[in-house]
C-alpha cells in the first residue's frame, strides 16, 4: 500500500512539473517573435501591454539587381484593415544602390508596403542624396522602380545653390530629376551660392 502511494505521489510531482515548464516555456517565447519571409528578415519585439504596438521594427530588401532597401522605425503597427501595410514611427531608411552610392531618409512617420516595399513617408522628410538634401513634408518611394516623388514644402540645398518647390521627382537609375510648381503661373525659387574663394 505503501508502494502504492509512493507511486501516485511521484507521478502528481512530474505532472505538476511539466504543467510549470510548458508554462515558463510558452511565456518565454510570447515576449519575443521574430518573423522570417522569402525576400526579407523582420526582428520584431511586442510592448507589453498592447498586442498591436511594435517596437524597433527592420525590413531588408534586395532587389534582382542587387540594389538593397533597409527601413527602421521605433515604433510601429500593422494596419489592422490592410496586413500588409506596415504604419511607422520616427523612421530611418538607406538605399543601397549597385554604384555604391548610398540614399539617406528620415521622417516622422512612413507607411510600409510589405509586398512590394513602396514607402510613403511623411511629416519632416529628409533626403540626402551625395552633396543634395532635399525636405519636405511628404514623399513617395518606389523601391522597385528606383524612384522618389518629394511634395508639399520642398527645400532642396546644395554645394551650388537652394530652392523651394512644390514638387521634386528623382530617378536614381539615370539620375534625372525634375523640379516642379503645381500652378504654372508660380515660379520655383533658386537662390545660388557663390564661394569667391573668401569662405
Known amino acids: 500500500m505503501d508502494k502504492k502511494i509512493y507511486i501516485q505521489i511521484s507521478l502528481i510531482f512530474f505532472i505538476i512539473f511539466i504543467i ?11 515576449k519575443t517573435q ?8 523582420t526582428k520584431v519585439n511586442s510592448l507589453q501591454g498592447s498586442d498591436d504596438l511594435i517596437t524597433e521594427m527592420i525590413y531588408f530588401s534586395e532587389d534582382n539587381k542587387g540594389n538593397k532597401y533597409e527601413i527602421k522605425s521605433e515604433y510601429g503597427i500593422i494596419n489592422p484593415d490592410k496586413s500588409n501595410l506596415i504604419l511607422m514611427d520616427k ?8 554604384n555604391g552610392e548610398k540614399v539617406f531618409i528620415s521622417s516622422k512617420k512612413a507607411q510600409y508596403n510589405d509586398d512590394n516595399n513602396d514607402t510613403n513617408f511623411s511629416g519632416s522628410v529628409k533626403l540626402v542624396y551625395v552633396n543634395h538634401v532635399i525636405r519636405s513634408d511628404n514623399m513617395e518611394l518606389s523601391f522597385n522602380e528606383q524612384t522618389a516623388t518629394l511634395y ?12 523651394s518647390a512644390d514638387r521634386v521627382f528623382i530617378n536614381f537609375i539615370n539620375k534625372n530629376t525634375k523640379i516642379q510648381m503645381n500652378d504654372e503661373n508660380n515660379n520655383i525659387l533658386v537662390r545660388s551660392i557663390i564661394n569667391n574663394g573668401n569662405n
Open 91 to 98: 523612421v530611418t531608411a538607406i538605399i543601397y544602390l549597385l
Open 152 to 163: 508639399d514644402n520642398v527645400k532642396y540645398e546644395s554645394n551650388l545653390s537652394n530652392l
Open 34 to 41: 521574430t518573423i522570417v519571409t522569402d525576400k526579407e528578415k
Open 20 to 30: 510549470i515548464f510548458v508554462y515558463i516555456d510558452n511565456f518565454r517565447s510570447s
